[in-house]
């Protein structure tokens, strides 16, 4: 390490005083030098490689142990602190999480029970859904994104977006998994308790498809945690830094993270770092 460190700022420094003030010889720095890389450091460069191209691949994203898993997929055997520390010595970072918006629910018509009761699990595909709608500002105003997750799979299976937020927004986002995912039998579908889900307009859509609703207790976020959960890594791994000139920009960078990079790339912690298409493909029901 004394010697990278000489070699990297042997253009600041004169090296003897480097070597002097690190405590090494002259002779054996030049011998360093021009000493042919070991096998252990070629792996590394060679590992290295493979680590950053994951760690970009995820848009910057990714920390060590998802970038671990990317590489023990593609048949790299190494250990999870090699990764660390070739992350370290590269610079690289995953994102830290940032907190989202509060909401405003505005007027309750309708209030379920909390079903769902927090556990986040479920057997099979279209048991258990999870919702809610989030905030991203444009330059031309606020842009709504509302979604659904199968919590099977962590699967973004429904989304609508809108410049407002109204019932047709998160019934829109429910349309879309019907749709996506045939009529449903026997599903809890678990939103917050605004007004918009509480609507008669929504209410009727559920009602008509034999979907049963839970609620999340008023002001506990924790009820509805893995949407959550789905929502801050939307803000953080794409939307946290960027400004958007139109929500048309928005629109599209939300829809190529939910079906270009979450839904089949990301790996996701819960699934044993599988994304949520491959794993419904190793379930068998994708």
Request: glycine share 8%.
């Amino acid at each position: 390490m004394k010697f990278a460190f000489i070699a990297k700022n042997r253009g600041i420094w004169a090296v003897a005083w480097l070597c002097e003030a690190l405590g090494v010889s002259r002779s054996g720095f030049h011998a360093w030098l021009t000493r042919a890389p070991s096998r252990r450091a070629r792996e590394d460069d060679e590992i290295g490689a493979k680590v950053r191209a994951s760690h970009i691949g995820s848009y910057r994203t990714y920390g060590a142990r998802r970038v671990w898993h990317d590489l023990l997929a593609d048949g790299v055997s190494c250990g999870l602190h090699r990764v660390e520390r070739l992350m370290r010595v590269q610079g690289l970072r995953a994102r830290p999480r940032r907190r989202g918006l509060p909401k405003d629910h505005g007027d309750r018509s309708v209030i379920a029970g909390n079903v769902l009761d927090r556990q986040f699990t479920a057997d099979r595909p279209n048991q258990k859904w999870v919702a809610d709608f989030t905030y991203i500002w444009t330059a031309e105003g606020w842009l709504y994104v509302a979604a659904v997750i199968d919590l099977f799979s962590r699967r973004v299976v429904g989304w609508s977006m809108s410049s407002s937020m109204t019932a047709q927004l998160v019934t829109d986002a429910l349309i879309m998994a019907i749709w996506r995912r045939g009529k449903p039998d026997a599903l809890l579908h678990h939103p917050d308790q605004g007004s918009q889900y509480t609507s008669e307009q929504f209410q009727r859509l559920m009602t008509d498809n034999g979907v049963t609703c839970s609620m999340s207790r008023s002001g506990n976020v924790w009820d509805n945690a893995a949407m959550a959960s789905f929502f801050s890594s939307l803000k953080t791994e794409r939307i946290g830094k960027k400004v958007y000139r139109t929500r048309a920009q928005a629109k599209a960078d939300v829809f190529d993270y939910i079906e270009c990079f979450y839904n089949p790339t990301r790996r996701h912690s819960t699934l044993g770092y599988l994304s949520p298409i491959d794993f419904e493909m190793e379930a068998g029901v994708a």
